[in-house]
């Protein structure tokens, strides 16, 4: 089913709306009499019938108090679009209330056949409208995760309920008081279930201390943070960032985006404030080895990952045509997990990857691979697109000295470096280096709309196309 939708504002108000049981996209208050006529959506109610219908109200009491799933909202809506067939997509956190979601929506929203598509998921990425279709879905609703996939781009009509969970906003404003000097800069963030939370905090914290501040990477909303896209903070505007989460994956994005900050992890369920430490010297070493081996590489292989969104073809155009302008021979494999023991079987074909799915893969396992498997960001590095942070010094001209043996040809060395024309604005990684130190910040903008053209954002504006096309050839 192809439906016409708003090309823009549908999805921030389902950010605004998130919280609100009340609110929804409707045209008018009557279902269309032919679900498969294009419409469009604005900002309106839910009508009382479905919000104070009492048995929907009961239906709905088995679920956590504190859960926000929107559920009236999510009934309305599939009476608006006129669905019969709708599919369901939990992160496994959420899976166990799955069933009970669709009974519901059987006997509220005469939905006639409700099925949960089963393939994990991991983050928004995994947005696999491509499955509901393929298993005949009118309607797909995505529970867990903002909008990082617009919906103007999923195939068929999708609603992301964010499932806002509601804590002890008043303990987290009192250890934050407890623990800190009214003269400490706080920057709060995040993951998505917590942001109202995070700006409820913020208010309070607001009164007590110099500057309280929630950061915000577009198309993110504020204070939300992804395991690939962080905001990266100018030094001097934060001393610390307290990150309200229940795990780290998290917060290492904001870590590894802002490495020079003190970051604290409020743990929601716990109650409980710890300070997290992230081996940066670490993960840049092993990364610029991975990134130096690939240097020696004569045959890649390009991992356009299928799990749901994971892959962009536009970033897999842009490495063909970086690959391509280097006369490098390369493969595409289409994968949906990734893993050492798979990779393995091509061992003798490829000699380097670079994946198309999640950095962090790269970032936190890139060790367990035989070859070297790097991001799309890596692969420019590695093909002498951007200057890579070991570089120590830099010529009159532009051009960068790295140290490689008199021997050795390389592709792509630093010798060959093109600077990227956003230079250190947005990249961060032409920050020199000395005794040894690894200064350079390792860029989280992987969804960013004002990332490099490696990113996956979808909505690219009309500046980075054009330095995308510049820097291809």
């Avoid at 947005?127 to 919906?151: K, Q, R, T, W």
């Avoid at 985006?257 to 992890?265: D, I, M, Q, S, V």
């Avoid at 956003?422 to 709309?449: C, F, L, Q």
Wanted: proline letters at 6%; charged letters at 20%; aromatic letters at 10%.
């Amino acid at each position: 089913v192809s439906m016409s939708r708003s090309m823009k504002g549908e999805c921030k108000q389902q950010q605004e709306a998130a919280m609100d049981p009340k609110a929804v996209h409707e045209e008018d208050e009557q279902p269309p009499s032919n679900p498969r006529t294009p419409r469009r959506y604005v900002r309106q109610q839910v009508p009382d019938q479905i919000l104070r219908n009492p048995a929907l109200i009961a239906a709905t009491a088995v679920f956590p108090p504190n859960y926000n799933l929107e559920i009236p909202k999510t009934v309305w809506r599939i009476k608006q679009v006129g669905a019969k067939r709708v599919a369901l997509q939990f992160p496994e956190g959420l899976l166990m209330y799955s069933l009970a979601i669709c009974d519901i929506l059987e006997e509220f929203a005469g939905v006639e056949e409700c099925f949960v598509l089963g393939d994990v998921t991991y983050g928004a990425c995994c947005l696999d409208d491509f499955s509901a279709v393929a298993l005949g879905a009118e309607f797909l609703v995505h529970y867990g995760h903002s909008c990082l996939v617009p919906i103007e781009f999923s195939q068929i009509p999708c609603l992301y309920v964010f499932v806002d969970i509601q804590i002890d906003v008043l303990h987290l404003v009192d250890t934050v008081k407890y623990n800190f000097t009214k003269e400490v800069k706080i920057a709060l963030a995040g993951t998505i279930q917590f942001v109202t939370a995070i700006h409820a905090a913020e208010a309070a914290l607001s009164k007590h201390f110099v500057s309280v501040v929630v950061p915000q990477t577009k198309p993110l909303s504020p204070g939300e943070v992804l395991g690939c896209t962080s905001p990266s903070l100018p030094e001097g505007i934060v001393d610390v960032v307290v990150f309200v989460a229940d795990g780290r994956f998290h917060l290492e994005s904001f870590m590894i985006a802002n490495p020079k900050l003190r970051a604290f992890r409020y743990d929601p369920y716990l109650k409980v404030l710890c300070l997290e430490e992230y081996d940066h010297k670490g993960m840049k070493e092993a990364r610029r080895k991975a990134m130096q081996a690939a240097q020696h590489g004569r045959r890649w292989g390009i991992i356009l990952g299928t799990l749901g969104r994971q892959g962009n073809p536009k970033v897999l155009k842009h490495i063909e045509q970086r690959l391509a302008s280097r006369h490098i021979e390369y493969y595409i494999f289409l994968i949906s997990e990734i893993s050492p023991i798979k990779i393995a079987l091509f061992e003798d074909t490829v000699d380097v990857w670079v994946q198309i799915a999640c950095p962090r893969l790269s970032i936190d396992w890139g060790e367990s691979f035989s070859h070297p498997l790097l991001t799309p960001f890596e692969a420019e590095m590695a093909l002498g697109y951007i200057k890579p942070w070991w570089c120590l010094e830099e010529t009159g001209d532009g051009i960068h000295n790295c140290t490689k043996g008199k021997d050795e040809e390389l592709i792509g060395s630093c010798s060959d470096t093109i600077l990227a024309s956003t230079g250190n604005e947005i990249h961060g990684t032409h920050e020199k280096v000395s005794n040894g130190d690894e200064e350079g910040i390792y860029p989280m903008d992987y969804y960013a709309r004002d990332g490099g053209p490696w990113n996956s954002f979808y909505m690219q504006t009309q500046r980075f196309q054009k330095h995308h096309l510049k820097t291809a050839h």
